[in-house]
């Protein structure tokens, strides 16, 4: 526990005893012989005083020096304690909200009888649900790219300046091996393919770096080529960008705050930057959209045009779509799922539509078979079981959510994932289908593009066995929701008829 926690605590536990005895600052002040404003900064966790002056608010307050400096809170406020000391307080980004952890305990305070079983019910929610500090910085993160609307122009103009610097073509894009000859020649990092091989337990990591000197960047032999230039873009990212705060594998679980995710964020973002430039793509996007018809393979072969996997290609998009074509309401989530397994997990998620779309984090629901990224998922799957290789699947689809009463254009590609033979994946990218993208997007309606009614997942799901064969879960959420809006149908005929039998001028049984 460090000196902020330990005052935070302080002014907590004194402005508690101080309001228990009925004294206001002023009166503290005149009984203790301290100024209002010190006693002031006392409570609002920016002081701690010396043992002679706590020992005189002690003697003021008629309780012991022990009880007053002591950590432990009144048992109905220990979730304040826990919070206090909770990494969250300590790594959340409050300051891009506009608060800081002093204002968000000055408000706790305020009520912190109240607030005691609230934080308490919220951290219990927290541990039922699996929800670590890391799902938070997380969830900051997306609220930091809605801020900036996912478009960064200090990171594009750097990454177009290495590239002239540099003078790395556009199409061609540079290669793999161009990238790693920067990494060593400017940064003097090691590249090593081979040692990772040695460890088992690390096959699952595409990457790690060890930050010795000199530094050595650890890529796993199995990742495909286009995953390698990326990382290698990245990695340049945080040299260029100066990005102190790292996380260390391609695993990010377990971060320890959100200065590491925000600048992975922008080394990423760098890295497509390089290798799709902006006025680059925005022409080819352009082109693509002036189409009277779908078409997947210009999808595809502008990914390959580029040398990026699909799921870059699909994050470049939501980066662009909205400041170069209007298009904000706007979707990208990946899927993951282990091949035979039956379970699909969102592992990325942006989201600037108006809509939640649920992670499914600890809800253990199954999301909707009709949804385009799982139904190539699945297709994907009974390919590769037949023994084909099963490249990149690409399909759109208009999915016509029922419940939320809104249509999104989908387009996902679903592959196997590189570096991992029993892993598939798919990028998805969703757009609402309101005026701005069918005035950006010429072959929105083209009668090839199937339109689906959808829902969020199976057990809220009202389709009937005859609508929907590919139910994979009960719809017992549903069930349970259509039993409480009859219950209250009920309940409001009940009402009516005793008003009308006992009602006034009419009181015989």
Request: proline share 5%; aromatic share 10%; with cysteine.
């Amino acid at each position: 526990m460090d000196s902020t926690d330990l005052r935070f605590i302080l002014g907590f536990k004194l402005k508690k005893y101080r309001q228990e005895k009925k004294l206001s600052l002023k009166e503290l002040a005149h009984k203790t012989n301290l100024s209002i404003s010190y006693l002031s900064e006392i409570e609002k966790g920016k002081k701690y005083p010396k043992p002679e002056k706590l020992l005189q608010i002690a003697r003021v307050l008629q309780i012991s020096f022990d009880e007053l400096v002591s950590l432990r809170l009144q048992k109905k406020l220990d979730s304040l304690s826990t919070l206090l000391t909770s990494p969250v307080l300590k790594e959340f980004p409050f300051q891009m909200f506009g608060i800081s952890p002093r204002n968000l305990m000055q408000l706790l305070t305020d009520e912190a009888d109240k607030a005691g079983p609230f934080l308490r019910t919220v951290l219990e929610i927290a541990r039922t649900y699996d929800i670590r500090v890391e799902h938070l910085l997380f969830a900051a993160l997306r609220a930091y790219q809605n801020i900036h609307e996912n478009f960064f122009p200090e990171i594009e103009s750097a990454a177009q300046s290495f590239r002239k610097e540099h003078q790395l073509s556009i199409q061609p894009p540079p290669k793999a091996e161009r990238l790693q000859q920067l990494l060593q020649r400017l940064y003097g990092i090691i590249i090593d393919t081979r040692s990772i091989s040695d460890y088992p337990e690390l096959n699952t990591l595409r990457w790690v770096l060890i930050d010795n000197f000199p530094p050595t960047l650890i890529i796993n032999p199995n990742i495909t080529r286009e995953q390698k230039t990326f990382l290698l873009a990245r990695e340049l990212g945080y040299r260029v960008l100066n990005l102190q705060e790292r996380v260390h594998t391609s695993s990010l679980r377990g971060v320890q705050s959100f200065n590491q995710i925000l600048n992975h964020y922008k080394a990423s973002y760098f890295a497509g930057a390089l290798l799709m430039p902006e006025a680059a793509l925005v022409n080819d996007l352009t082109n693509l959209f002036n189409e009277s018809h779908w078409i997947p393979d210009r999808f595809l072969q502008l990914i390959r045009i580029y040398g990026v996997t699909p799921e870059t290609f699909a994050n470049r998009l939501a980066q662009l779509l909205p400041i170069h074509f209007g298009i904000r309401e706007l979707l990208f989530f990946r899927f993951h799922t282990p091949r035979n397994s039956g379970q699909f997990s969102i592992t990325s998620l942006f989201n600037t539509s108006r809509f939640l779309i649920p992670t499914g984090m600890g809800t253990r629901e199954h999301y909707c078979r009709r949804w385009l990224p799982i139904r190539l998922l699945l297709q994907l799957e009974e390919k590769q079981n037949q023994g084909h290789d099963g490249s990149t699947i690409i399909a759109a689809q208009r999915s016509r959510f029922k419940e939320l009463n809104t249509e999104f254009f989908t387009i996902t590609l679903a592959r196997a994932s590189g570096g991992q033979e029993t892993i598939n994946q798919s990028g998805t990218v969703s757009f609402e289908l309101n005026s701005q993208f069918k005035k950006v997007v010429r072959f929105w309606d083209d009668p090839a593009i199937p339109v689906v009614e959808v829902n969020e997942t199976c057990e809220r799901c009202g389709f009937s066995e005859e609508e929907c064969s590919l139910r994979a879960a009960p719809p017992e959420i549903y069930h349970e929701k259509m039993l409480q809006k009859k219950q209250e149908a009920a309940l409001t005929r009940l009402k009516e008829a005793i008003a009308a039998r006992y009602g006034k001028g009419n009181n015989v049984v």
